[in-house]
């Protein structure tokens, strides 16, 4: 599918990090993009220096998510392009001297990270079958989903339970939905990043970062989110890859801490 004018986009989590090295790209291809965020102030603020809108959005909430779509829709035509950034990353401990894990955070995590992402794309994809297949595009394609998993699908690091239970089961339902979508021209994917400098890397003390940096076999640094957004873009224009997560980690493979 090519990215351009008639290829509106929708970024959760585009108020910053990856989702919003994915609004940057996209804009600068052309394409119409709204990002869904809760970070109102930051995400108002890329919008108006990219030209995109913006529409606070809680991604756990079905009402929240289909007004921002609706929203977005009514401006820029229904999305063809949807990549699922938003998450959350709290650490904790299965059991230990603080105790049993907190089973509300537990919820949380899923909720936005799991929940969220299948949401977004259920509600975004049943909007791209009833909108009929792209003009023009050869493969009668309707729409491209990506979302994001994590390295901690496969190789989750003490203290997230959590986020590695969300990110495994966001990896394993890229195939399924994959195959619920393909009679409808919709592809869907995942990226599985590794250690990248996103903000909340970025607030971490320079020793922790640089730490993290060597631990990365080639090229040995964080990632950049550009280096997120160009592989995302890649996925969308690639019409052949589907059903696919893709490592973009510089050969890592976690340790245990």
Known sequence: MKIGAGT????????????????RELRARGAPVAIL?????????VAADIGSLFYETDVTSDDSVRAALDQAAAA????RIVINCAGIAP??????????HDMGLFEKVVAVNLFGTMRVMAFAAQAMIEAGPVDGDPDGARGV????????????????????ASKG???????????????DGIRVCAIAPGTFGTPMLRGLPQEVQDSLAKQVPCPSRLGDPAEYAALACF???CSYINGENIRIDGAIRMGAR
């Open 37 to 45: 965020d809760m970070q109102k102030d930051l995400g108002e603020a």
């Open 8 to 23: 509106p986009a929708i970024i959760t989590g585009g108020a910053s990090g990856l989702g919003e090295a994915c609004a």
């Open 169 to 183: 089961a966001v990896a394993t339902l890229t195939l399924p939905a994959a195959r619920d979508l393909s009679r």
């Open 145 to 164: 989903v990506v979302n994001t998993a994590s390295v901690a699908a496969y190789e989750g690091q003490m203290g997230q339970a959590a986020y590695s």
């Open 91 to 100: 650490a904790m401990k299965t059991a230990g001297s603080k105790g049993a």
């Open 76 to 79: 820029h035509g229904v999305a």
């Open 235 to 237: 996925i969308v224009e």
